[in-house]
């Protein structure tokens, strides 16, 4: 095992903040190019893209976050490696009556990080506190939590940064969860990751500037919002709220900068990467400038 000294420096930043451009998308990358009409991609298409994403505005990110399936490979193609953040949770994942379960591969541990060159571990976690817990049924946001907890745990042992994301989703068969209780969930999910002390948590805007300052006091981990596939325009706000009210970090955003370019001919998405696409990013990057709070202020 190679013990490792690395810090988020690595994904930041100079000023220690977070313009992340998320690329590790997988099964959901391949649905959007049927969403636009185009022909299901081959693996090459979906390593050209994440290449040219890369190569097309990753002087403006202080990282990419990448799968290893199609992103690692795609750093084969760029000139400049940026810094990277690597997905460490399996492509495909359990599930108990139609809710997401606790899933691991051991395989893809702080080590193999390590050993993929990459500079951090994220891991996607999927969890709803307050689920209903009918006796006899397993307590899915307790096993999320251990699971959580033995990542985390891997990543300090290995001396590789941990970046835990969560993600509220739906129980079958309820009804829409309404603005408070949907701030409610993402507000103690974070808190309940945070106990594990991860180096960073990937979060959902909770809502409003109210619901931003709960975050804040809620937790004593650095924080960095995510996209979640929002317009970009609605994004650029996000960020300055989350910045302004919540103490975030920075971000880590995907499809509100490259969602267009799925399904273009290669030419054009390089067209659209080297104007659009750099605009976007420059637009983001001010958003937060002199508003995320340093990683390190936190830590």
Not at 126 to 135: E, I, S
Not at 137 to 162: F, K, M, Q, Y
Not at 242 to 257: L, P, Q, T, Y
Request: glycine letters at 8%; a negative charge.
């Amino acid at each position: 095992m190679t013990q490792t000294t690395r810090t988020l420096d690595g994904i930041a930043t100079s000023e220690g903040t977070f313009a992340i451009v998320a690329m590790d998308q997988r099964n959901t990358l391949k649905r959007m190019y049927g969403a636009v009409g185009a022909p299901e991609p081959s693996e090459q298409e979906l390593v050209d893209i994440k290449a040219d994403t890369i190569s097309g505005i990753g002087d403006l990110a202080s990282a990419f976050l990448l799968d290893p399936t199609y992103g690692i490979p795609a750093l084969e193609q760029v000139e400049r490696r940026p810094g990277v953040l690597l997905a460490a949770e399996p492509a495909s994942r359990d599930t108990w009556n139609g809710e997401p379960r606790a899933t691991y591969d051991p395989s893809q541990n702080a080590q193999w990080v390590v050993d993929q060159g990459a500079d951090a571990l994220k891991f996607f976690v999927q969890m709803r506190v307050t689920r209903p817990q009918p006796a006899g049924t397993p307590d899915l946001a307790a096993e999320w939590i251990e699971l959580n907890r033995r990542v985390v745990d891997d990543c300090r042992a290995t001396g590789v940064p941990s970046v835990m994301e969560n993600l509220i989703y739906a129980v079958p068969g309820e009804e829409p969860l309404t603005p408070e209780q949907r701030a409610d969930e993402i507000i103690e999910a974070a808190r309940l990751l945070a106990e594990a002390k991860p180096d960073l948590l990937k979060l959902e805007y909770p809502g409003s500037p109210e619901a931003c300052r709960r975050l804040a006091d809620a937790i004593d981990v650095p924080w960095a919002v995510l996209s979640a596939g929002v317009a970009f325009d609605e994004f650029t706000e996000v960020l300055r709220v989350a910045c302004d009210e919540g103490g975030a970090s920075g971000f880590i955003a995907g499809r509100a900068i490259w969602r267009e370019t799925v399904g273009m001919p290669r030419a054009d998405r390089r067209a659209y990467l080297a104007d659009e696409g750099r605009r976007r990013l420059e637009t983001c990057v001010s958003a937060i400038a002199g508003r995320a709070r340093p990683w390190n202020e936190r830590s």
